[in-house]
Each structure stands twice: as structure tokens, then as C-alpha cells.
């Protein structure tokens, strides 16, 4: 019965008090990754050679401010080690070494992070082709020796990537389709691309839309904005595809409605290959003499298309006389084939500056021509000089002037 009056710390299993009481923790180690990217959030750790009955409080030093950690860290009582986190900014520049310090009780323990560019942005830029995918990957900073592999995944087999892509060295980015493959899709579908470089993912995502089968839409649109005006030649028409062409493509007819004649058709037909959306056809106009309207037509598959496009009479005079004497003003007059139905604007350039001329001139509407001043500086000797007028893209020269002292 002695036994049952002995204290409860005489009880204890021989040497597990004692061990306790004899910890006095040093510091052991300090570990963490070799190498991390601009915005990464990676983690380190402190040991100690024992487990303290005590939290032990590690001083924590960085000598890059773009490179942070905490003040301290502590390891808890009965514990021997302790997490260290550790963040490099997302910051631009080229790569840098981080000196970061552990200490405790007048002992420290150095580690060297290397930081590289890490990731600025991504995205899948727009094309012409609507399901055409390609990437484009930015880093904060030139890719370092070796260059630098980003990884790849998509979220759909609707488009297959490659598991990596390289940034050759020295390179700030890289814009490429080679290794991506997409696949036809039934409907809207949205696909997501994952970009992971470090501890961090950005993303980019396009919608791939089904195929042309003549139940969507399909347009004209000319290839230069403005009206048309008589004997312009080889004008540039787009016929576009609301859903890019299936792999057999997509032949498209072009005409003009009840044939009229102030439209002759240069191409007719238009085949718009697979992926594309677009196809070109050309015409050329009349030398109509008053306002006239056409109506031009595109048939792809069941799909129809109109566009009225108009022609107005062109410039057929620019009419100056013969001679003129220096330093005076005298009239022009611009000539049109015929009346238009609304006001036309000429705009003037004199061949050199010996000679200013009105501009832009106006010829009202239904009126088929207009009055026009020009004056001229003194002159040596007799100089000639002419007129230019512009009329949308077009363009009439007039006869020369000769300006005499």
C-alpha cells in the first residue's frame, strides 16, 4: 500500500518525463521549393531537433519585397516542424533569386527561391473562322533559361489540346494553334481551356457553334462602305455565313434579281471552304444616268439572301477654260451623266498650288451639274494646271488650264 501515497509524477513510465523536460529545441532545418512563378502561393517549412512543451515562435526574413512571408511562424508544443507560406507578387520583370531567412535564439537558416515569369494572361483569340481555336499565353516577364512549359487541358472533347506548351527562352509569350484539334459540335457548346503554370490556372473559353446546313442565316455585305456610282469596275461583295461551312463546304450562288443592266455580274458563284464563314464575288456598274436601284441575291443551300445596293450617275465633265490669267478667279463647272436623286458632293484638288480651288462642290438633287471658283497666284511664264474630282472611289481629271503672267 506504499505505493498508493507516492506522487502521480513518480507514476509516469520511466523516461518520458524526463525526455520532455530535457527538450530544448534548436533549429534543424528550412526547406521549401527551389523554384516558384510570379503569383504563386507556395509553402516552405521550419523543423526543430525536438518537440517543445512550449510554442517556439521563428522569425522569418525575405530580402525581395516582392517576394513575402510572414513576420513569424510558430511550432506549436509537441510538434517539431511548421508550415512557411510564401508569396511571390505578380509583378513584371525578368527572374530573380529571393534570399529568405529563418531564426531562432541567435541561430538561422537561409533557403534561395528562385522566381520565375509567371503567368499574365491568357486567351483563345478571335478569327474569322468561328471554330477556328488558337492560344495566345503572356508571361510578366521574359521566359528564362530552358524556357518555360505551361500546361495545357481543355474541359470538352469538343477541342483536344496539347498537355504542354513551350516558351522558347528570352520569349515574353507565345501565340499558336499547333496540337489543338476541334472537333464538329451539334449545337452551341461552350469550351473551356485551362493554362497552368506554378501553383496558378487562368482560363479562356470559346463557344464552337454547329455547322452551316442552310437553316441559319446568311448575308451581303459590300466591301466598301458608300453608294456606287456609273462605270465602277470589279467592286468586292461578301456573302457571310452565320455558322462557319461543314468539311464538304458550301456553294453559294450569286445573281442579280430581274437581270437588271446596270449591274453586270463579274463572279457568280462562290464556294466558301470548310470553317469559313466567307466567300467574295465582284461586279462592276453601268453608266446609268439618273439614280438606279439593284437588287442582288444569294442562295446557299435552302438559305436566301437580298441586298439593294445604288448607282448614281458619275462625273462625265470637269470643264475649265483654255487659258486664264494669273492671279485672277474664274469658274469650273462638274457635269454629271444625269440627275441624282439626292445631293452629290465633289471634292477638288488642283495638280499644284499655283491654283486653289472651292471644294467639296454641290450638285443638288435632280440638277445635273454645278458651278465651281478657282483662283490662281501670279505667274513668271504660262504654267498649266489641272483639276482632279473625287466622287466616292472614283475619280475625273479635267483638261488643263493654262495660266499665263
Known sequence: MVAALLP???????????????????????TAPAVAYA??????????????RSPVKISLRSDRSSLTVPASITVRPGQTSAAVPMTAALVEGPQYVAHVTAGYKGQSLNHDLNVYPGLKMVEIPPSSAPNSVSVNIG???????????VRLASDNPAVTVPETVLISAGGYGVITGSGIQVRPVTQDTKVTISFTLGTRTLTASKVLVPPFDGSQKVSIRPGYSGDLYGLQHWEQFHVELANPAPESGVPVQVSVVDDNPAVRLETSSVYIGEGSTSGGFSLSTSDVTKTTRVLLKATAFQATAFLEITIHPRITAVTLPESAKSGTSFEGTITLAGPS??????????SWGILDVQTPVTIPAGSTSATFKATSVPVDEPSDVFVTAFLGRTEFQSERVTLTP
Open 8 to 30: 502521480a509524477a513518480l507514476l509516469a513510465v520511466p523516461g518520458q518525463q524526463a525526455s520532455a523536460a530535457a527538450c530544448s529545441p534548436t533549429l534543424t532545418g528550412f
Open 39 to 52: 503569383g504563386d502561393k507556395v509553402s516552405g517549412a521550419v523543423s526543430l531537433s525536438c518537440a517543445p
Open 139 to 149: 508571361l510578366t516577364g521574359p521566359a528564362p533559361a530552358g524556357g518555360t512549359i
Open 341 to 350: 436623286d439626292i445631293d452629290t458632293e465633289v471634292f477638288l484638288q488642283p
